[in-house]
């Protein structure tokens, strides 16, 4: 789906309806930032946000992820084409968070093998030293690698307003995390939260 394309068809309509930003924000019960967010291509409406915005703006889901009015006769495949990209995206998360975990072990399982070599082998000081070196290296690749997966895997909602968003790399490393949440500022409402990890539409 082409977020810019569906940020930029929910301006005109809004527009067309003589709605701010705001006005439509509190329609939803959001705040008027992450209807900018959405119509700026930075994210796209939850799930959960969908239907109440379609009832708000006239428009059918497959109009609104479609990025355009879809003529009627049009409305099928348009609808076929929005639930396979729906599909492809899940699947491409999905394979993201498994490749993550993936990577995760194989850079645990690569560094203490590492760390056992230099610490139990009789070897030269200066290859012991070398393993060390090679084994912080690889836990430093590793973690990263991981770390890049599983941040482009899904998305985060903010518990504050709904919003579905991507944060970026830097955000996503500095935040503490449980397993289905990670402490994160959303960029819609700036409330800093526990958001949770979504990876399917």
């Given at each position: 789906m082409d977020q810019s394309?569906?940020?930029q068809f929910i301006a005109r309509t809004r527009k067309s309806k003589n709605l701010t930003q705001r006005q439509l924000a509190d329609l939803l019960s959001i705040s008027d930032k992450t209807v900018s967010k959405w119509e700026t291509g930075k994210g796209l409406p939850d799930v959960s946000l969908m239907l109440p915005l379609c009832?708000?703006?006239?428009?059918?889901?497959?109009?609104?992820?479609?990025?355009?009015?879809?003529?009627?006769?049009?409305?099928?495949?348009?609808?076929?084409e929005n639930m396979m990209d729906l599909i492809q995206e899940n699947q491409e998360n999905k394979k993201r968070m498994v490749?993550?975990?993936?990577?995760?072990?194989?850079?645990?399982?690569?560094?203490?093998?590492?760390?056992?070599?230099?610490?139990y082998l009789e070897l030269p000081a200066a290859v012991r030293v070398l393993l060390i070196l090679l084994a912080v290296a690889t836990a430093v690749a590793g973690i990263g690698a991981a770390a890049v997966l599983d941040a482009q895997a899904g998305y985060y909602v903010c518990p504050a307003c709904g919003a579905a968003f991507v944060p970026t790399l830097g955000d996503y490393v500095k935040g503490y995390h449980t397993l289905t949440r990670r402490?994160?500022?959303?960029?819609?409402?700036?409330?800093?939260?526990?958001?949770?990890?979504?990876?399917?539409?």
């Open positions: 394309k569906i940020g009832r708000a703006l006239d428009l059918t889901v497959n109009d609104l992820l479609t990025g355009e009015k879809v003529p009627a006769a049009d409305y099928q495949t348009k609808a076929e490749l993550s975990v993936i990577c995760g072990t194989i850079t645990i399982i690569a560094v203490c093998s590492l760390i056992i070599i230099a610490s402490r994160l500022t959303c960029p819609a409402c700036g409330k800093t939260s526990m958001c949770r990890h979504r990876i399917v539409r």
